[in-house]
């Protein structure tokens, strides 16, 4: 341990957030990262407890807890500390092919989890995460490396996603050849479109897919596989092939007036906003614009806030959040104690971004919509919300959200985006490769297994998990190239 007393002397410090009326003018990164030293510091926090709850990564009660990818938090932190950065990097890449990832969306279970949380603020973990791989790519420590030796095993990657790259990244270093097909024109996944550029800029993901295409990997960009690309041509050129597609159906709303203009997936929005500003700075106008419009957006969650943070970004006259659930608490409730995942209220950036521009919190509990309305040229100007509450179900017993009669009201509405979740695999892709579903829309393997029924297929990520988070997506395309290595060679040291 570098510093025994560090979790009692310093106190948890995050980065600077420029402030929500400034970084609104930009789609940029925003967080100003601390001085190396006050980074040590940081480090120094980390109690190298007897069992470090961080890097377990369980599943308590439904909810994450940990780091799925074990990484070795504590090791790291240490030589954080000790300034021993070379070494910090080396432990953080042995559990995890892309911090630079993951220290930027990942919501930190490692942190819900820390010990130092228990009786006070978590280690920054994930600032510190960042701090060591930026360091690597400032420092030229970060250069491709290909594997000497090659198997001439051929492998496809159908998605680009983290669970994709992950087993790409993978079988490339055990010496597999391996291409990873990805239908839209850019690498990268949800990561690429699905999640804005001030959460994630793009060039942080073209930056490790240079390095992993001089280590050898092989990408193909607008492949969209079960479409352009035929499925029996992957089986015939490849040795084994990994579907990594994605939980890609978004759960719709099916309210009454549903067919009205401007009601858009948060997932459409999200991807045409982030295309047209690397395509040309939006001049190409190629994306659904919510400048002066009265936006209502549809889902609490994650997606959501960056519906909100977006919309904002490009002008919005006003923005509502509707979350049919209740308003979590501000603390811990004493049944869900430490080390599960805190079900506490956040306000994210999105949100904080609407208090700083309009002067209130966008988010409306215990509500949904139901009906959009529309003007008599069919596009959308209203939406009838209602008030919800919790319920037993009669004939199931369990408790739902129902209606509050005689709640409804209306709200202004030029521009409704939908981000309630998503369902599952795509059908196309599933029978493209005549491979089962379960009763989820997921693909159906054995437990802890990535094998599909049909032959030389597996599966990784969302696609095989339902909709997760990015540490269990790189997880699972980590065990599913261990998988594949093993089926392919008869054993596997892949980690």
Known sequence: MGKPTGYMEYDRKNSVAVKPEVRIKNFNEFHIPLAKEERKKQAARCMECGVPFCQSGMMIGGMTSGCPLNNLIPEWNDLLYTDSLDQALNRLLKTNNFPEFTSRVCPAPCEAACTCGLNGS??????NEMSIIENGYSQGTIVANPPKVRTGKKIAVVGSGPSGLAAADQLNKRGHLVTVFERSDRIGGLLMYGIPNMKLEKHVIDRKVTIMKEEGVTFVTNADVGNTVQASKLLEEFDRVILCCGASNPRDIKAPGREANGIYFAVDFLKAATKSLLDSNFQDNAFITAKDKNVIVIGGGDTGNDCVGTSIRFGAKSVVQLEMMPKLPEERAESNPWPEWPRVCKTDYGQEEAIAT?????RIYQTTVKEFIADENGNLCKVKCVKLESKKDEETGRMMMAEVPGSEYELDADLVLIAAGFLGTEEYIANAFDIELDG????????????????????????????????????????????????????????
Do not use: C
Not at 358 to 362: A, L, V
């Open 440 to 495: 989820r829309t997921n693909v159906k393997t054995e437990p802890s297994a990535y094998a599909t029924n049909a032959d030389k297929v597996f599966v990784a990520g969302d696609m095989h998990r339902g909709q997760s988070l990015v540490v269990w997506a790189i997880r699972e395309g980590r065990e599913a190239a261990k998988a594949v290595d093993k089926h392919l060679m008869g054993y596997s040291n892949l980690a």
């Open 122 to 127: 978590p280690v920054s973990i994930k600032e």
């Open 358 to 362: 309009f002067g209130e919190d966008p």
